[in-house]
């Protein structure tokens, strides 16, 4: 087997146990369900669940790597004529376009929204994973424009796009909306975020 198809063999069975949770939270309830259950929906051992996921939570968690990565790459990748708002623009957009294709269409975005009140767990592990990312993004803002901004200036913009998609999300699932009301919210909160903060004079250059 080359390595192209155990990748996506690896893939396929990650993408059935994510919907196998989203089905059995949804029917049976979060707490009711097991690890056991999950991997027998999806007909895979418990223990090609473990390879995967670390615990139950972290199916609800299962995308936020690779979003925070499609992020840091449109910084990395910036053109030498882009400015810090521009940048930063599409690399949010990146993530949202990532959550769009993934956990809004599945229902898993909606279902993480309404556990997340209730699963200490699961706040455990947004917040774990909400501040790796934005370390991560951080530094790849920060490397990628060391004469404008400072360390600190690169964390702010960070925390300020990142926490008003975030916010935005939840709101607009908590209320209802469709995927695609999602994903408006979303890039509505990334243009204040970024115009609020341009008129603070973050962006310079």
Known sequence: MTEGRRERKKQRTRQALVEAAIELFETKGYEETTVAQIAEAADVSTRTFFLHFAAKEDVLLANAATRVGSGV??????????????????????????????????????????????????????????????????????????EQLTLIDAAALVGAVVGAINAAALTSLRQGDQPDEVRAAMSRAVDVAITSSSAHGYFVG
């Open 73 to 146: 790459r449109a910084i990395v990748q910036r053109q030498a004529d882009e400015s810090v708002p521009e940048v930063l623009r599409r690399a949010a957009e990146r993530m949202i376009a990532d959550a769009w294709h993934t956990d809004l269409p599945n229902g898993l975005a909606a279902l993480r929204a309404r556990l997340i009140v209730s699963v200490p767990a699961l706040q455990a592990g947004l917040l774990h994973r909400l501040l790796t990312g934005q370390t991560e993004l951080t530094e790849a803002l920060y490397q990628a424009f060391p």
